[in-house]
Nanobody, 113 residues
Framework: VRLVESGGGLVQPGGSLRLSCVAS????????MSWHRQAPGKERELVAN????????DYTDSVKGRFTISRDNAKKTVYLQMNNLKPEDTAVYYC???????WGQGTQVTVSS
């Protein structure tokens, strides 16, 4: 049972990144998936989540209109498209299966000029 994130990196303000989280060891299509982030010195926060059938998608207010969560159940992958990135988006980003309490290892996103 595992989640593996990728796609993080260093980007300038206004830039874009696409994070991926590949799942294995459980029935991905049956579970809600979420993205969280933790900035230095701050608590981990929920960024977005998506229901198993895409019927419900929601975002924290600070990323609405800039980030898009999506999933491909055939590929057992959840994505986070991040556009118009800001320095305050700098954090380690984690994917999670809330119903299993399963976390990935995280991927660093740094927004800086």
């Amino acid at each position: 049972v595992r989640l593996v994130e990728s796609g993080g990196g260093l980007v300038q303000p206004g830039g874009s990144l696409r994070l991926s989280c590949v799942a294995s060891g459980f029935t991905f299509s049956r579970h809600i998936m979420s993205w969280h982030r933790q900035a230095p010195g701050k608590e981990r926060e929920l960024v977005a989540n998506i229901w198993s059938d895409d019927s419900i998608i929601d975002y924290t207010d600070s990323v609405k209109g800039r980030f898009t969560i999506s999933r491909d159940n055939a590929k057992k992958t959840v994505y986070l498209q991040m556009n118009n990135l800001k320095p305050e988006d700098t954090a380690v980003y984690y994917c999670k299966v809330p119903t299993l309490g399963l976390w990935g290892q995280g991927t660093q996103v740094t927004v800086s000029s």
